[in-house]
């Protein structure tokens, strides 16, 4: 029985998992930020996970800290405020790291 209940649990997490990048990766997180950051900003975000995603390798959370702030110009304020907003931690293990690491 206790299998069963594992595997229940385990089960329910991978959908909710799931749900979590579906939404993440679809318009509707688009419409839900865009009011606080801009569309291009959300977009390079969804197109950096799904790369992650595409490559199934992890997505370092200074790797994309950095490539947001350097490569594209972000403020690391404007960064870091777009992570805790969204909750970047919830993503581990695909998104690895700490907001405190930056």
């Known amino acids: 029985m206790i299998y069963n209940d594992s595997t229940e649990d385990i089960n329910q997490l ?20 865009k009011d606080k950051y801009s569309v291009k900003f959300i977009k390079l975000f969804q197109a950096r996970l799904l790369k992650c995603l595409a490559d199934r390798r992890c997505l370092k959370l200074s790797t994309l800290y950095t490539f947001l702030t350097s490569k594209c110009n972000y403020s690391k304020d404007q960064v870091i405020n777009f992570l805790e907003s969204i909750d970047i931690e919830a993503y581990q293990p695909i998104v690895t790291g700490f907001i405190e690491d930056l």
């Open 14 to 33: 991978l959908f909710e998992y799931t749900e979590l990048l579906d939404f993440t990766l679809s318009n509707e997180f688009i419409k839900r930020w």
